[in-house]
């Protein structure tokens, strides 16, 4: 059996393969010196003479990472549920991706880096279709694919507009000569007056479109323009245990819902609304999660008013939470119209569906649309997925974790509440933000790297490859650092 503090889970649970114990990890973290130590500060002070590096906690020796493990400059191991902001499906050095490089083809699709939307390699069609759409959102067969989770949702943004627009004009994909005139003026027509709604404490990406729809943190949209007229509505706050407020969280849902379907008809005659993005758990935001029902209500109101639902999927899509999507937890009625990917996919893009795809040529497009070299490692990671079965490794590893974490909640009840999540894609609240700071900072003390979110919460984003034996080390270093506060 093993053990979570207090929670005992039968090796039965467990499926009969084996993980990517090939790797080489350390024991248990390993700190030699204060943090940042010296080589990291003299590191940072070298940067810092050239560019603002304020947003740095460690420097890395990525020679020395190993599976779970992060090892900083000055030679501290230290155990990392946080990932490169959720973005290392199978952990550092994994076998798999250090010899996924090792073919000349392989080399030479990474070296000669691609227009890919002008001049794709011959064998691009078929990377596309034998990695990125055999794992694609359920009844969605077609991709975008683009760099990095901002450019995701940005490109997606705009194909919704373009989708919207081609309603209005009943079907036709013909421009006039006022949309061609105006719009170089970025004036109506041919730059309508039309927005994307999002809620409260969202994160959508750092760019000029998708930063308007991002409501988490003001430094990242102090001092830039924005569209003032793209509406943000409310996104659930639960009480917890959800077992314990089902009334209340009910009624939390059904709020923000009218909100929703308000705001949807408010705008029709200032600023209509084509599309509406959400992500499955509100991540920068404080991991804030909402009900199934809460999901499938939204997309119906967005189907009865004509409002494209886009789920950004860039921290929670990859299996983190349990499916390979997360908003497969929530048995909507029919696929999202379409669904954003980067972080753990390693290359960003957006599934969608067939009529969001423009006619014409160029609209959606950037020099490099993507990177081969990212697909082929994403290939990798695929195959490791389904050869030693991660996802349901996650299943285990997540219900011991959750487990573990309720149990520690008993046991600091004055300081710690709230544990929320999917799958190993967990949070749970400090009694305040400076509880939750001084945490953090003593967690990495004490040998773990987490990451925080929101006013007051601890987000943990551990790899794939994250076992109850990680989950134990966490738990005992938790209760250490807690007793110290």
């Known amino acids: 059996m093993l053990r979570a503090n207090g929670i005992f889970i039968t090796k039965r649970l467990l499926p009969s393969v084996k993980y990517s114990t090939q790797i080489q990890e350390p024991d248990r973290p390993c700190v030699k010196t204060p943090m940042p130590g010296p080589k990291t500060q003299a590191l940072l002070r070298e940067l810092n003479s050239f560019q603002q590096a304020g947003s740095v906690q460690l420097f890395a020796d990525y020679d020395k990472c190993a599976g779970n493990y992060f090892v900083d400059a000055d030679g501290n191991t230290l155990l990392d549920v946080f990932t490169q902001i959720s973005s290392l499906p199978l952990g550092y050095n994994h076998p798999a991706l250090l010899s996924a490089f090792q073919d000349e083809h392989s080399l030479k699709s990474m070296v000669n880096r691609p227009a890919l939307g002008v001049f794709p390699a011959t064998d691009w069609p078929e990377r596309v279709r034998n ?37 209005e004009r009943c079907g036709s994909t013909e421009f006039s000569d006022e949309d061609l005139k105006s719009c170089m003026l970025n004036e109506p027509p041919g730059s309508p007056n039309l927005s994307i709604m999002s809620f409260k404490g969202g994160f959508h990406g750092r760019t000029f479109g998708s930063l308007a729809t991002t409501r988490s943190k003001a430094i990242h949209k102090l001092d830039c323009p924005s569209f003032p007229n793209w509406p943000v509505a409310s ?53 804030y999660e909402a009900s199934p029902r809460f999901f499938q209500c939204l997309q119906r109101i967005c189907r009865e008013n004509g409002v494209a639902f886009i789920i950004d999927e860039v921290q929670t899509g990859c299996g983190a939470t349990g499916k390979m999507w997360c908003h497969e937890h929530f048995n909507l009625e029919c696929p999202p119209d379409i669904v954003t990917f980067s972080k753990k996919m390693l290359t960003g893009g957006f599934y969608f569906k067939k009529e969001f795809k423009p006619p014409q040529a160029y609209r959606i497009f950037n020099t490099w649309m993507g990177d081969p070299g990212k697909l082929i490692l994403l290939g990798k990671v695929l195959e490791v997925i389904k050869n030693e079965k991660l996802i349901d490794l996650v299943n285990v590893t997540g219900q011991a974790f959750k487990c573990g974490l309720h149990a520690m909640e008993q046991e600091f009840p004055s300081i710690m509440n709230s544990v929320r999540g999917r799958g190993t894609f967990l949070a749970f609240n400090m009694c305040t933000p400076e509880a939750r700071d001084k945490l953090n900072a003593l967690l990495k003390k004490n040998g773990v790297l987490g990451g925080i979110c929101g006013e007051a919460a601890i987000r943990l984003r551990p790899s794939l490859i994250f076992t109850p034996k990680h989950v134990e080390i966490y738990l005992d270093i938790l209760r250490k650092t807690f007793k110290e506060l």
């Open 131 to 167: 990695v990125l759409l055999t794992v694609a959102p359920r009844h969605m067969d077609h991709i975008f694919t683009m760099m990095c989770g901002s450019c995701s949702n940005e490109n997606a943004y705009k194909a919704v507009c373009f989708w919207y627009r081609t309603k």
């Open 235 to 287: 996104f659930p706050r639960y009480k917890y245990p959800l077992e314990c407020f089902q009334c209340e969280n009910m009624a939390e849902d059904d709020r923000c819902l009218a909100e929703v379907q308000c705001l949807i008809h408010q705008y029709k005659c200032i600023c209509p609304v084509a599309g509406l993005v959400v992500e499955p758990i509100q991540s920068e935001g404080g991991d």
